[in-house]
Every structure is written in structure tokens, then in C-alpha cells.
């Protein structure tokens, strides 16, 4: 069992940055990769970018590719998301996620993710 927990996110205006943070809990929690998913008001949840077990492989969406960075440090069992030039059209409840399986080779989809966080909102002003 993992549990995931996010935080960092809040109001921010046009072309500003947050970093977000995602703390897993559980003995396999650092064999997981971990993807960050947005799901904005009326919309389906979407892929944002993720992360393989060992920090090796990335993956990003095309409408945060450039702007977006993940990373993981698996000493304290984070993943962040730091998010630079975020536009309104950013703006979401952001999840996290962790797939068992540990490896990324393209978009996580969100039907495969084993555990998930109860997500954290980030509201950009224009």
C-alpha cells in the first residue's frame, strides 16, 4: 500500500511559478513511478508529466513541456513538480499518482495508476 500526499498549491498570477510536492508513504513507495495529473472544472483529468522509479526517465505533456520539470528525490520519498510560466489555462486540481510497475516510456494513463492523492488546487490569475 502507498499513500500520496500533495501540497504547495495556491494562487498565483500569469507567468509565475509554484512547486509542488507529492510525500509517499509505504515500504514500496520508492519502486513506483509517479505521474502528476490535472483535472480542471467540466474537464476529464489529464496527463501532466511523469517520473520512472529511479529518476531516469521523464515524460511531459506537449502543454507543459519547456514550462514544467519533474523530478524525485528518494531519500524523503518526494516527487515535485515545479511549474514555471504557468498560464490560466493551468489552472487545476493537480494529483498525484504512482504506477507499480516503475518505468515510463510515454504518457501515464490515469486507468493505470495503482494509488492516488487527494490532489491539491492551483488557481492562475490572468
Known amino acids: 500500500q502507498v499513500q500520496l500526499v500533495e501540497s504547495g498549491g495556491g494562487l498565483v498570477q500569469a507567468g509565475g511559478s509554484l512547486r509542488l510536492s507529492c510525500v509517499a508513504s509505504?515500504?514500496?513507495?520508492?519502486?513506483?513511478?509517479v505521474g502528476w495529473f490535472r483535472q480542471a472544472p467540466g474537464k476529464e483529468r489529464q496527463f501532466v508529466a511523469a517520473?520512472?522509479?529511479?529518476?531516469?526517465?521523464?515524460y511531459y505533456a506537449d502543454s507543459v513541456r519547456g514550462r514544467f520539470t519533474i523530478s524525485r528525490d528518494n531519500a524523503k520519498n518526494t516527487v515535485y513538480l515545479q511549474m514555471n510560466s504557468l498560464k490560466p489555462e493551468d489552472t487545476a486540481v493537480y494529483y498525484c499518482?504512482?504506477?507499480?510497475?516503475?518505468?515510463?516510456?510515454?504518457?501515464?494513463?490515469?486507468?493505470?495508476?495503482?494509488?492516488w492523492g487527494k490532489g491539491t488546487l492551483v488557481t492562475v490569475s490572468s
Open positions: 499518482a504512482a504506477d507499480g510497475r516503475g518505468t515510463v516510456l510515454g504518457p501515464l494513463l490515469a486507468e493505470d495508476m495503482d494509488y
Open positions: 509505504g515500504r514500496t513507495a520508492s519502486s513506483h513511478a
Open positions: 517520473i520512472s522509479r529511479s529518476g531516469s526517465s521523464t
